[in-house]
């Protein structure tokens, strides 16, 4: 689950714009955007940079007992407007990054949108709060980008997860269960893509991961230029099913040269349009069959044809143009069904 406004979730905006359209009777006040009641409060802020940042959620009733969401869902955070109070609350689904063991707060991986869709941009409104401060949290979580809503959790394939900023959160969530259950992680690759190094949270948490539990975990940065002190890996997450991206993969996950494809592997997917879109068309000729039905519809594959690729958009650009016939025809060919 940044700035996230998700694409295939339903929590959307609840404010109510004021209506400048129709003249109001003399002596009556225009009706006032709706007004979010706080249920919760910032227990906890860590800033990456600017327009990067962890916020901590602590919900003034007492959480559910036991495992009361699964890793990988998301809920809707809201805020009222304090600049422009006249626009009232908006509210946005944000994935979870805590893990359902977690009982103090639930957190939230977020982005500051740079350039809003909204007149009423949650991120805007949130990023001026702090500590101690409140806002509204829906208190039910809902989503299926869930390991028991895409491969099953007795699948005993590699699991791939990439992510684009943000779009890291729920991973960690998931990772994060699946440790304090005494799950293994030794077959888990997270891959983490952002623009600049300092914008790759949970780095230490994922690189101990992958010391103490053999997690394998693959920052990139995107823009290495402005990083003179990073030495890993460059370029977007996508980037590593290029060619030579495929190939440090299977070496760092102990696959034989050639050989990374859906009999090994299943990917899940969570970001951006672009980090979706060129995941889905390079992993195409790997066998890679995606989940989304109006992609697979457009192709006609086969139902008995299992997915191998699972993704959570957070932006509304379609991942895929199925009207563009030389992209449909390199999916059709790559999945061999030409």
């Known amino acids: 689950m940044s700035p996230r406004e998700l694409r295939t979730l339903t929590g959307g905006s609840s404010h109510w714009r004021l209506c400048r359209s129709e003249p109001q009777p003399p002596g009556r006040r225009m009706e006032l955007a709706k007004v979010l009641e706080p249920n919760a409060t910032i227990v906890g802020r860590e800033d990456l940079s600017e327009e990067l940042a962890i916020f901590q959620v602590a919900l003034d009733e007492a959480l559910p007992e036991g495992d009361w969401f699964v890793p990988g869902q998301y809920m809707v955070i809201g805020v009222n407007n304090i600049q422009e109070p006249e626009l ?20 939230f991986y977020i982005r500051r949108v740079a350039k809003p869709e909204s007149k009423n941009p949650l991120t805007h409104s949130l990023f001026q709060l702090g ?18 809503g895409t491969i099953g959790p007795e699948d005993e394939r590699w699991r791939i997860y990439v992510s684009a900023g943000t779009g890291l ?46 997690l394998v975990y693959i920052p990139t940065v995107s823009r290495p230029a402005e990083c003179p002190d990073w030495s890993g890996s460059c370029g977007r997450a996508e980037d ?3 060619d030579q991206g495929i190939e440090m993969l299977e070496s760092k996950m102990g696959l034989e040269s050639g050989s990374l494809g859906p009999d090994h592997a299943a990917v899940l997917v969570c970001g951006l349009q672009g980090t979706i879109g060129e995941s889905i068309l390079r ?8 989940a989304e039905k109006k992609i697979r519809k457009a192709l006609a594959i086969p ?7 699972f993704f959570e958009q957070y932006d509304s650009d379609p991942v895929i143009d199925l009207e563009d016939q030389e992209i449909m025809s390199q999916l059709r060919s790559g999945l061999g069904l030409d």
């Open 131 to 148: 500590e101690s401060e409140r806002v509204f949290l829906r208190p039910k979580p809902k989503g299926h980008f869930t390991i028991p």
């Open 283 to 290: 992993l195409s000729s790997r066998g890679f069959v995606p």
């Open 240 to 242: 590593c099913f290029k």
């Open 303 to 309: 139902e008995e044809r299992t997915p191998s690729l």
């Open 88 to 107: 009232g609350g908006v509210q946005r689904p944000m994935s979870i990054a805590s893990e359902p063991a977690e009982r103090k707060h639930v957190e």
């Open 169 to 214: 959160a729920p991973f960690v969530s998931i990772a994060r269960d699946d440790i304090s259950h005494g799950r293994s992680v030794a077959k888990t690759c997270v891959i983490h893509g952002v623009s600049r190094s300092g914008d790759l949270g949970y780095r230490e948490e994922l690189e101990a991961m992958e010391r103490d539990h053999g």
